[in-house]
């Protein structure tokens, strides 16, 4: 019962709201009480200030859960308080010099995060989001830089989706560790600066996905010789050397050659 009391007195501090008075014959009503969980308050309260909310569109009143935009909610069950499950950043919510803030992987009921096409948000994808419950993991056009986590792979019990496209910054190899979100319906790694070798641990989701427009300069010949699965799109990247025989001559690589097509101009295979 305690920590119930001690949990309804922070929750009136954060709402700016009054506790009744013990020497009053006549309490003081306070105001009314958020209906969000407390811990999922503060770090909505730290999203606020990291993406410059009070230079928003549509502005929050942080006494006010019901006027936070582009929020969707659950409710805890056990308290009947409102948690986090997806936020959505648009131009709306996006000033510049907005970023990220690490405390959003205190999110334990966030699902989705979807960021359309917001070239003015920069930093970095915070690591601390891959211990989130996400499902849907969407960047879409941002400034964000540096590479894709190996951490990924804490997503592999609940990814569905992973579109991180139009992302010029964000750079270096695709880790493997991403073959193993094998819940995986949707994937897409679309004009980034992706580099390196195509690892063969994605063959592990069993679906189509599309790495175009990166600059990857290899692919493990696997993918043709050991694997039966739909190929990704691999087209406008930097591949270069020679095909493998043993590749050339296998009904495979006819059916499936067209993938890497058309090259970035003056790369392509010797022999394709």
Known sequence: MWHKFILTVCLAVLAGGVLPSCKDDVPVRPEPVPTVELSDSLVLLEFHRAMLGEKWEVQWDLKNPDTWKNIAWTTDEETGLRKVAGLEITASNCPPGSCLPESLGQLDRLESLVVHDEDQLTGRIPESLYDCPLVRLRIV??????????????????????????????????????????????????????????????????????VSYNYLTA????????????????????????????????????????VFYPFREGFGFENY
Do not use: M
């Not at 641990?201 to 679906?207: A, K, R, T, Y």
């Not at 739909?230 to 495979?252: A, I, K, S």
């Open 141 to 210: 056009g941002t400034s964000l830089y540096g590479e894709l986590s190996p951490r990924i792979a804490r997503l592999a019990p609940t990814l569905r989706e992973l579109s991180i496209d139009w992302n010029r910054e964000i750079a270096g190899e695709i880790p493997p560790e991403l073959g193993q979100c094998t819940r995986l319906e949707q994937l897409s790694l679309v004009r980034n600066g992706f580099t390196g070798k195509l690892p063969f641990e994605l063959s592990n989701l069993g679906i189509p996905f599309n």
């Open 219 to 258: 692919i493990d010949w696997r993918y043709f010789t050991e694997y039966d699965g739909p190929l990704p799109w691999l087209y406008q990247n930097e591949f270069q050397g020679t095909v493998p025989e043993e590749v050339v001559r296998c009904e495979r690589w006819e059916l499936w050659k067209n």
